[in-house]
């Protein structure tokens, strides 16, 4: 019996690469009883551990990896001087801010230092000391960040991306130190043309300052982007924490009381006046309303409640004030569940991220061994220490693997993230890996095709009956039932008579009187006469698998009412939406054939299986399965629970069972079948960006490394290269905030 694991996340801070997760990731999992995954975009180490392993051991081991990692803490709050409110500060907002502010001060400092080394004629006498006092802080101050990561990683044995920085600027500035003092580089008068490539002559007379400070400036530029980035592309899951109320008013004692929302308990009622926002899940009490759920579902249409219906945390109270009573508070309510859902998703890797990490862990003790090549091959060559060191420094920074890193998170972030705002949840990345392989898709009947709700749908009376007569007898009788099919009837006749002495007959139907006559309605075995008419009409809504019920008086039935669940809107768009991402649609259902026939030729689907148990479902998933067909399964109760596990992809109505989303990988929050096709393009379209950040990030490292040891390329522009590569891969990323 194996001992249970708890999860938790730790918040790291102090990474600078992919190769930074790398190793803080995998000095975790060499803790006996722990396994972790750390994502290099959100910042994040998902932990899940034995009991035996306590918090102060995984914050220790991060410690011992160079990095620090604490348990999340809420975003501490700061008061504004002028207006006294109090607003809400991220750790990340933070840091941006003193990453805009290094940045800014060592372009100021670098761009004169570049315009000189450029530009010949404007190298005036002792411009090369000008040059030294400006870029000497750009080296020391502003890449400090990088110079301290490199540090930390050279005292814990390791090489990452800041260790190929902070050599590569180092060395250039070392050598323009010794060119200074002890060549001739110093000399008044002394001025050396700009090359795009590294020949440059005499090496003693060489500075390397523009360089140093030029490279430096890029990658703070190319960090402070990315870092937005990321901001921006996690922006839709902390736009979803922020969703709900913050005060509610609660009724104690009879009297309106406002309280901070995180005092609501299970149970206590709570008024929702127009315009406001609903607290927290619930019941309505009293009052009717619209409910505007667009921020939650995604749907743009308002629904309206009343006592007794459900309404959902942070969705609009449209007009109407309503008293509701909680039922699920805090972490238990569908908007956190939701947030919940999406960040487990956004901490996770998708397969193809797998390799990048593999590869960056590699790489960088690859490119040092590459630089130390380059240095030999031009000594060699008699080329001169000039371009060989050059050469060398060019390779340490054009190698640098940030995009690698960012290419899988960024696209995660963005396409999870806008899910979310469109009513899908996806569990995480290896559900994009399976909706690309999926061919077939099986929809269960009700709730998912169907509203699950029985409706009138038609009334066929006999020769000499009017048929809003006979609708409106038939519902004065049903109206004192609670049955799904007398509600029906009653539903769709507010304008009826009232009926006395009605009595239930069990198993048949009922009869009361209406107006002095006795009313029967229920099963054709009731009457003594059916006419032809009535017969035909029964048997014909038997065959579309419809509930014929058939009303009368005096012994004789008058007509028939059929009741059926009905079509939800977007059931027949989304059947075609499916096909048109070439998906095999099936309907797979308990009902009965003719009911399922039915429903399959009005929505398009070929294919159906009627009349299974549960385990008939999974049975029908696991057939098609070993016939090699990639399954999906959209349900929504229950008893599609064990089929949505065994699909190889689930998709769960958001209106459906909790037992249905728990077994799901992605859950529709939309009641809607045209989500699901829409679930399937954006995961498509994720994995997609994925797979080009991934090819690009490859294809640049692949393409500029020979270029750099070739002496094709100034370190400088190498530096801007690699800033270049990460902001192209987070750009490509942040393209599906536009997902429609």
Known sequence: MTSPTTELELEISGMTCASCAHRIERKLNKLEGVSASVNYATEKASVSHAPEVDVETLLATVEAAGYSATLPQPPRK??????????RVERGEVELEALRQRLVVSA??????????????WQFTHWQWASLTLAAPVVVWGAWPFHRAAWTNLRHGAATMDTLVSMGVLAAFGWSLYALFLGSAGEPGMTHAFELTIERGDPSMNVYLEVAAGVTTFLLLGRWFEKRAKRRSGAALRALLELGAKDVRVVRGGVEVTVPVEELRVGDEFVVLPGEKVA???????????????????????REVGPGAEVVGATVNAHGRL???????GADTQLA???RLVEEAQSGKAEVQRLADRVSGVFVPAVLLLAAGTLGWWLGTDAGVGPAFTAAVAVLIVACPCALGLATPTALLVGTGRGAQMGILIKGPEVLESTRRVDTVLLDKTGTVTTGVMSLVDVVPADGV???????????????????????????????????????????????VVDGTEVTVGRPSLFETVPPEVADAVAAAQAQG??????GWEGVARGVLVVSDTLKPSAVEGVQQLRRLGLTPMLVTGDNEGAA????????????????????????????????RVVAMVGDGVNDAPALAQADLGLAMGAGTDVAIEASDLTLVRDDLAAAADAVRLSRRTLATIRGNLFWAFAYNVAALPLAAAGLLNPMLAGAAMAFSSVFVVTNSLRLRRFR
Not at 78 to 87: I, K, Y
Not at 108 to 121: G, Q, R
Not at 623 to 628: A, D, K, M, V, Y
Request: hydrophobic share 45%.
């Open 78 to 87: 700061e008061r504004d001087a002028e207006t006294g409110q109090t607003g």
């Open 337 to 339: 569940q939701m947030a």
């Open 466 to 512: 009017e048929a809003a007569h006979l609708q409106r007898l038939a519902a004065a009788v049903e109206a004192g039932s609670e049955h799904p099919i007398a509600r029906a009837v009653v539903e769709a006749t507010p304008q009826r008579p009232v009926a006395s002495g009605i009595a239930a007959l069990p198993g048949l139907g009922a009869r009361g």
């Open 597 to 628: 026939r039915a429903v399959a030729a009005e929505v398009g689907i070929d294919e159906v299986v009627a009349g299974v148990l549960p385990a008939g479902k999974v049975d029908v998933v696991t057939r098609l399965q070993s016939e090699g």
């Open 323 to 329: 008293l509701v009573r909680a039922t699920r508070v």
């Open 108 to 121: 100021l400092l670098s761009l004169p230092v570049i315009v000189l080394a450029m530009v010949p004629a």
């Open 546 to 551: 419809r509930t014929p019920v058939v009303a």
């Open 280 to 302: 927290t899940d619930g019941v309505v009490v009293d009052g009717t309303s619209a409910i505007d759920t667009s921020t939650v579902t995604g749907e743009s249409v308002p």
